[in-house]
């Protein structure tokens, strides 16, 4: 599905500009995610998170598409439960500084949705059950936003700073109760980028 997606993605920025001003991108963030599960309770986590790009799809407007993989030990009661994150986000990026062609400075804000799993296991590894007969195994939808400072030292070679909020959709009053909140991902780090002209 996602290489029919990524294909079909490529074919109509050929046909709405030509080829040689659209820019593809491909590289790694090293970031601190910090989860809010409530307003009294975050946990921190560095990690690495990957994401491909393309510049220019409209003119100063471009297309990125991430993913990490990320865990928490979160204490409850006498328990340490883990919960895993795995959130995919799709943003559209806004180049602010058309009007300075400077090819090695970048400045975008972002904006886009995501869909966002997450897990929650004891410490055996098993599926933890608030309900009998229901793991903690979902699937949330969510909004990220945020921006990205980019400097381009070499042609082909991008160093990026990137900080984003994801708010995650994912209280179930009915199945975790009334004090179930939606989640919070804020991640801020580092990235290295390789620019496919």
Known sequence: MFPAFLSSLVMLTCLIQGSNKVQF???ANYSSYIL???AEISKDQWNIGGEIAIHNFIPNIGL???GSKLKYDIPFD???YIYEYIPLTLCASFNILPFLKLDWLHVSPETGFGLYFWKGFDESGEFIEFVPG???DE???GFVGGFTLQVKPFKF???EYVTRYNYIASADIYKYGFEDK???LWENGIGLKIIIP
């Open 36 to 38: 809010y599960q409530d």
């Open 64 to 66: 990125k598409l991430r």
């Open 25 to 27: 991108s491909i590289g």
């Open 78 to 80: 006498q328990y340490t």
């Open 182 to 184: 939606d989640e919070k």
């Open 134 to 136: 229901e793991p903690v």
């Open 157 to 159: 070679i991008a160093l």
């Open 139 to 141: 699937k949330d939808i």
